[in-house]
């Protein structure tokens, strides 16, 4: 079992910046494929980032590339995702999750096995 724990949300203006956490305990962190995803109201939660065991590899949605960046911590067992330039559209309960496996299916939320609380953010224009 991995726990989750997501902090760091907040209400900011358009164009301001954000840094989200997310403490892990349990399994060695350091073997886990770590992501960001989020929720609007009325949508489906959507892939945003992700990050490989060891930070070889990370990933981004179109929507956030150039203005998020993930990033982990394997000594603190934390992931974080640096986000800037918010826009409006941004709005939404954020969710780290952990995976298994880095491959094909990282950006769908089948793929990971352990979800945090989520922690909203909200971006006024």
């Known amino acids: 079992q991995v726990q989750l724990v997501d902090t760091g949300g907040g209400l900011v203006q358009a164009g301001g910046s954000l840094r989200l956490s997310c403490a892990a305990s349990?399994?060695?962190?350091?073997?886990?494929?770590m992501g960001w995803f989020r929720q609007a109201p009325g949508k489906e939660r959507e892939f945003v980032a992700a990050?490989?065991?060891?930070?070889?590899?990370?990933l981004y949605a179109d929507s956030v590339k150039g203005r998020f960046i993930i990033s982990r911590d394997n000594t603190k067992n934390t992931v974080y995702l640096q986000m800037n330039s918010l826009k409006p559209e941004d709005t939404a309960v954020y969710y780290c999750?952990?995976?298994?496996?880095?491959?094909?299916?990282?950006?769908?939320?089948?793929?990971?096995?352990?979800w945090g609380q989520g922690t909203q953010v909200t971006v006024s224009s």
């Open positions: 990050n490989s065991q060891r930070s070889i590899s990370t």
């Open positions: 349990g399994r060695t962190f350091s073997n886990y494929v």
């Open positions: 999750a952990a995976a298994t496996r880095w491959g094909i299916r990282t950006t769908g939320t089948s793929t990971y096995d352990y």
